[in-house]
């Protein structure tokens, strides 16, 4: 069973910019949710989809959205760029019927 | 106070040793534990979780839960240098099915 597949992988944006992160789950698995981790703040929670909605939201600013499809695929958008914005974006999913998150291997976003 | 608390180490254990990684956290209706293994520039892997009271034993791991002291333990017997990685604990509050991770424990395991 192919995991949960994350693109980029690496990219490069400048101040200002906007970035858009795509992430596949596991087959089978409907919840999506996205965290940040940088090595001053750890892993931090950003919001969590299921069956295209919103059900969490972490404590960010509004420049930060995201949204999923009906094939349960989801994208993250991040506007207007800052520095602080360098980061790890990790993509989990969730199987039905349990609290476990799988990860992908990450997006790396560096801001200029 | 931050809601889940790990000491960031490094915590340095001899080959065949056993490692202890220790993880509190602050919402008493905390209902599933797990415990996360991340190489250097790799993403986090799950490798244990225990949602009740007492210990859960796999492999060479062992998850201890007690709920009335709010603290969960990783064991790791026989370490090997190969479990050098940072761990991670992670504890799903009552608020949603967001999981809430501390900020992780180095492990160095020396040959």
């Known amino acids: 069973k192919a995991g949960v597949t994350q693109t980029p992988r690496y990219l490069i944006k400048t101040r200002g910019q906007q970035v858009t992160l795509s992430c596949s789950p596991i087959?089978?698995?409907?919840?999506v949710s996205w965290y940040q981790q940088t090595p001053g703040q750890g892993l931090q929670f950003l919001f969590e989809?299921?069956?295209?909605?919103?059900?969490n939201k972490g404590n960010f600013p509004g420049r930060f959205s995201g949204r999923q499809f009906s094939n349960s695929r989801s994208e993250m958008n991040v506007s207007t760029l800052e520095l602080g914005d360098s980061a790890l974006y990790l993509c989990?999913?969730?199987?039905?019927?349990?609290?476990?998150?799988?990860f992908g291997e990450g997006s790396r976003l560096t801001v200029l | 106070q931050k809601e889940v608390e790990q000491n960031s180490g490094p915590l340095s254990v001899p080959e065949g040793a056993i490692a202890s990684l220790n993880c509190t956290y602050s919402?008493?209706?905390?209902?599933?534990f797990f415990w996360y293994r991340q190489y250097s520039g790799k993403s986090p892997e799950l490798i244990m979780s225990?949602?009740?009271?007492g210990d859960k034993e796999d492999g060479r791991f062992t998850a201890q839960l007690n709920k009335a002291s709010q603290y969960v333990s990783l064991l790791i017997r026989d370490s090997q240098p190969s479990d050098s990685a940072t761990y991670l604990c992670?504890?799903?509050?009552?608020?949603?099915?967001?999981?809430?991770f501390g900020g992780g424990t180095r492990l160095m395991v020396k040959p």
């Open positions: 989809y299921f069956s295209e909605t919103q059900r």
């Open positions: 087959s089978g698995h409907r919840s």
């Open positions: 225990i949602y009740s009271n």
């Open positions: 989990a999913s969730r199987p039905p019927g349990t609290g476990e998150l799988f």
């Open positions: 919402d008493r209706g905390s209902q599933s």
């Open positions: 992670a504890v799903n509050n009552n608020a949603g099915n967001m999981l809430t």
